[in-house]
């Protein structure tokens, strides 16, 4: 019996590849699909699309990797523009929305979309400030809380007092 190992992670490049050398040699758009689900797993790519990809390379087409489509680029929420937002609300925290829009001549839409989704901010007492956690503030919180179960369960014999001083040790050395 052949073993056979199932890849985790794939390239599309790599998926259509092995599409077109298979085509190639001649083989059917659903053993194809097999030999791939067999190697990639079920989720690499369906029949219908493997048996389009075998139609393109029987039309003529060579190449594996996407041809440039028509379109609009991304120009509001790129990279360079995150950075710029970011920068500009840690200079001024009391920004607005609307301001960051007009600086950089985008909509409000896609501003509030960089602040709010990307960078995470959220407006407290008219500041921006960050949405996540660090490690460090999330410890401190499971320490405090897991300090205020300890004590709303026990009573306040010395006995219970000195194991549930264990236990807080315990837990905040872990």
Not at 12 to 39: C, D, F, P, Q
Not at 51 to 78: H, K, L, M, N, Y
């Amino acid at each position: 019996m052949e073993r056979r190992c199932v890849l985790n992670s794939w390239s599309k490049e790599e998926v259509r590849a092995v599409i077109r050398y298979e085509w190639a040699r001649g083989v059917s758009g659903t053993e194809i699909h097999n030999h791939l689900v067999e190697v990639y797993g079920p989720g690499v790519m369906s029949k219908q699309m493997v048996r389009r990809w075998c139609r393109t390379f029987s039309d003529g087409r060579q190449q594996v990797e996407d041809i440039p489509r028509a379109g609009r680029t991304r120009t509001a929420t790129t990279d360079a523009n995150v950075g710029k937002v970011d920068d500009m609300i840690r200079a001024n925290r009391r920004i607005t929305i609307d301001e960051v829009a007009e600086e950089f001549g985008i909509s409000h839409e896609r501003a509030q979309n960089i602040i709010h989704d990307i960078l995470r901010y959220r407006k407290v007492s008219a500041r921006w400030v960050p949405r996540q956690l660090t490690s460090t503030h999330q410890e401190q919180r499971m320490a405090v809380s897991l300090e205020h179960l300890i004590r709303e369960n026990l009573d306040d014999s010395p006995l219970k007092m000195i194991e549930s001083n264990i236990a807080l040790q315990k837990a905040k050395s872990k």
